[in-house]
């Protein structure tokens, strides 16, 4: 995981939650801690990440995370085991 990777794990854990946060960086965070990702048709995702499966719609019009997705982004991290403690490459 590089120095953006690490940055856009931060900003998904920050507390209060952040709007700012661009799918796009959510995805490549997401292929640098070696999840399968899958085109579902339209605007869906199926990741898998640490054995566990979850759908995500990618946000639109805009490119933001909306924050009922950042809590289940969340969730599904803690469920993936994955921290800040995750090492950097």
Known sequence: MNKKHRQTLESILARPDRKDIHWDDFVSLLKALGA???????????IRL??????????????????????????YLAECDISLEVKDD
């Not at 054995?51 to 809590?71: C, T």
């Open 36 to 46: 399968d990702i899958t085109e579902r048709g339209g605007s869906i995702l199926g």
């Open 50 to 75: 640490n054995g566990r499966y979850a759908v995500f719609h990618r946000p639109h019009p805009g490119n933001e995370i909306y924050l009922s997705m950042l809590k289940r982004i969340r969730r």
